[in-house]
Protein backbone atom coordinates (compact mmCIF):
# COMPACT_ATOMS: atom_id res chain seq x y z
CA UNK A 1 0.00 0.00 0.00
CA UNK A 2 1.58 3.50 -1.22
CA UNK A 3 1.31 6.33 1.10
CA UNK A 4 2.58 9.60 0.84
CA UNK A 5 2.39 12.17 3.81
CA UNK A 6 3.27 15.81 3.18
CA UNK A 7 4.31 18.54 5.92
CA UNK A 8 5.88 22.14 5.49
CA UNK A 9 2.84 23.60 4.70
CA UNK A 10 1.51 27.41 5.87
CA UNK A 11 1.37 30.72 5.24
CA UNK A 12 4.07 33.22 4.42
CA UNK A 13 4.29 37.26 3.36
CA UNK A 14 5.50 37.49 -0.39
CA UNK A 15 8.91 37.02 -1.07
CA UNK A 16 9.36 34.16 2.12
CA UNK A 17 10.39 30.93 1.76
CA UNK A 18 8.72 27.62 2.65
CA UNK A 19 10.03 24.21 2.41
CA UNK A 20 8.10 20.79 1.29
CA UNK A 21 8.55 17.50 2.28
CA UNK A 22 6.84 14.10 1.25
CA UNK A 23 7.38 11.22 3.39
CA UNK A 24 6.66 8.00 1.31
CA UNK A 25 6.56 4.45 2.47
CA UNK A 26 5.23 1.00 1.19
CA UNK A 27 6.96 1.03 -2.35
CA UNK A 28 10.43 1.17 -3.57
CA UNK A 29 9.86 3.16 -6.48
CA UNK A 30 13.40 4.92 -6.48
CA UNK A 31 14.33 4.75 -10.46
CA UNK A 32 10.15 6.19 -11.23
CA UNK A 33 9.02 9.97 -10.93
CA UNK A 34 7.87 11.41 -7.92
CA UNK A 35 6.72 15.68 -8.33
CA UNK A 36 4.71 17.80 -7.11
CA UNK A 37 1.16 19.47 -7.90
CA UNK A 38 -0.95 21.93 -7.17
CA UNK A 39 -4.39 23.11 -7.40
CA UNK A 40 -5.90 26.89 -6.69
CA UNK A 41 -9.71 27.04 -5.85
CA UNK A 42 -11.57 26.78 -9.23
CA UNK A 43 -8.54 26.03 -11.57
CA UNK A 44 -7.47 22.54 -12.30
CA UNK A 45 -4.42 20.51 -10.68
CA UNK A 46 -1.27 21.75 -12.46
CA UNK A 47 1.94 20.26 -12.55
CA UNK A 48 4.89 22.27 -10.17
CA UNK A 49 8.23 19.95 -10.12
CA UNK A 50 9.10 16.62 -10.79
CA UNK A 51 11.75 14.14 -10.87
CA UNK A 52 12.36 11.05 -13.40
CA UNK A 53 13.82 8.04 -13.59
CA UNK A 54 17.14 9.57 -14.84
CA UNK A 55 17.21 12.11 -11.50
CA UNK A 56 16.70 15.29 -13.20
CA UNK A 57 14.36 17.55 -12.49
CA UNK A 58 11.42 19.35 -14.69
CA UNK A 59 10.01 22.57 -13.85
CA UNK A 60 6.64 24.84 -14.55
CA UNK A 61 8.07 27.34 -16.18
CA UNK A 62 6.68 30.04 -13.70
CA UNK A 63 8.35 28.53 -10.43
CA UNK A 64 11.82 27.71 -12.41
CA UNK A 65 14.77 29.70 -10.09
CA UNK A 66 12.33 29.66 -7.41
CA UNK A 67 11.73 25.98 -6.17
CA UNK A 68 14.00 23.22 -6.19
CA UNK A 69 12.98 19.84 -5.82
CA UNK A 70 15.06 17.11 -4.19
CA UNK A 71 14.68 13.24 -3.57
CA UNK A 72 16.40 11.16 -0.87
CA UNK A 73 15.90 7.52 -2.00
CA UNK A 74 17.79 6.27 0.98
CA UNK A 75 14.56 7.67 3.07
CA UNK A 76 12.12 7.52 0.68
CA UNK A 77 11.59 11.38 1.08
CA UNK A 78 11.15 13.86 -1.92
CA UNK A 79 11.30 17.85 -0.94
CA UNK A 80 10.62 20.60 -2.64
CA UNK A 81 12.06 24.25 -1.40
CA UNK A 82 10.27 27.16 -2.41
CA UNK A 83 11.72 30.78 -2.03
CA UNK A 84 10.82 34.28 -3.37
CA UNK A 85 6.86 33.19 -3.32
CA UNK A 86 4.47 34.82 -4.81
CA UNK A 87 1.01 34.91 -3.89
CA UNK A 88 -0.01 33.10 -7.30
CA UNK A 89 1.21 30.27 -6.21
CA UNK A 90 -0.89 29.77 -3.03
CA UNK A 91 -2.85 26.04 -3.47
CA UNK A 92 -2.87 23.02 -2.36
CA UNK A 93 0.36 21.34 -3.20
CA UNK A 94 0.17 17.57 -3.17
CA UNK A 95 3.36 15.00 -3.59
CA UNK A 96 2.41 12.18 -6.06
CA UNK A 97 4.33 8.97 -7.33
CA UNK A 98 3.85 6.67 -10.45
CA UNK A 99 5.30 3.35 -11.56
CA UNK A 100 4.50 3.91 -15.08
CA UNK A 101 6.05 7.06 -15.64
CA UNK A 102 9.89 7.76 -15.76
CA UNK A 103 9.85 10.76 -17.62
CA UNK A 104 9.28 13.94 -15.57
CA UNK A 105 8.83 16.42 -17.98
CA UNK A 106 5.27 13.85 -19.21
CA UNK A 107 4.79 13.19 -15.33
CA UNK A 108 3.62 16.86 -14.85
CA UNK A 109 1.45 16.59 -17.98
CA UNK A 110 -1.06 14.28 -16.67
CA UNK A 111 -1.82 14.65 -13.05
CA UNK A 112 -5.19 12.70 -14.41
CA UNK A 113 -3.33 9.23 -15.28
CA UNK A 114 -1.03 9.38 -11.90
CA UNK A 115 -1.95 6.57 -9.50
CA UNK A 116 -0.94 7.51 -5.93
CA UNK A 117 -1.45 11.20 -4.28
CA UNK A 118 -0.56 12.89 -0.41
CA UNK A 119 -3.49 14.32 1.08
CA UNK A 120 -2.32 17.69 0.09
CA UNK A 121 -0.97 20.54 2.36
CA UNK A 122 -1.98 23.96 1.96
CA UNK A 123 0.70 26.93 1.12
CA UNK A 124 -0.71 30.56 1.25
CA UNK A 125 1.41 33.09 0.38
CA UNK A 126 0.30 37.05 1.03
CA UNK A 127 1.40 40.28 -0.58
Known amino acids: QVHLVESGGGSVQAGGSLRLSCAASGYSYSSYCMGWFRQAPGKERE ?7 DGRPTYKDSVKGRFTISKDNAMNTLSLLMNNLKPTDTAMYYCA ?10 FLQVPGKIQYWGQGIQVTVSV
Open 97 to 106: VDPLYGDSWY
Open 47 to 53: GVAAIGS
